[in-house]
């Protein structure tokens, strides 16, 4: 079970936007990862729990941040409820989508392994709805993965595939690298893992 703390930060600027500290799981029935956010002052800012199955896709979302809260899963495209810090006025959305994403690594693992791309293969169109901070608002958008390759790299518990993605905002254009090993993101804008206490786990 990988055990660890991501950084966080602005991909403009790189002003420091808090950690996340994780553990995550693969299991029978498919994967599952929980995190606790802080921010850059050590306060707690947030979490992430997101349960995928063993096809990738959302099975149960739950999301807190500055006391609002989301909770989804994919149904007739993805379904979810936002609830506002006084409960008074939850809202519900549907979007005929693939998956959810947001500011977590767990979001970028999770579409790599819905999408379980080929090295070289064209790209894959992807749409997804975004919860975005402080307040978790949703607004769907849609990317295209490639998967530039794999490169298996020796350690000390044996040999890591890592996988090298490009991802497009269809939107604006905007490319990025994205860089997977099994179920922990090694390395993508505005996330830079800081410390793992044991290796990925490998998806069957």
Known sequence: MPRGRYSLHDTHDRTPLGEEHFHCAIGPSGWRYVSQITAPSGDHSGSVDLTTDELGRPIRLELHAASWQVRGAALEGVTWVRTDPTGAHATEGNVRAHAFTGASPAFLVATARLLRL???????????????????????????????????????????????????????????????????????????????????????
Do not use: K, M
């Not at 990317?143 to 890591?160: I, V, Y």
């Not at 090993?181 to 290796?199: C, F, M, Q, T, Y």
């Open 118 to 204: 080929t090295p070289g293969a064209p790209a894959t169109r992807v749409r997804l709805v975004a919860f975005t901070s402080p307040v978790l608002a949703p607004r769907t958008l849609d990317q295209s993965w490639a998967l530039l390759h794999s490169e298996a790299h020796d350690t000390d518990s044996g040999p890591l595939t890592v996988d090298a993605y490009q991802v497009t905002d269809l939107d604006t254009g905007e490319q990025q690298a994205v860089h997977i090993a099994g179920d922990v993101v090694l390395a993508a804008p505005g996330i830079e893992l800081e410390d793992l206490e044991s290796p990925p786990s490998t998806f069957p």
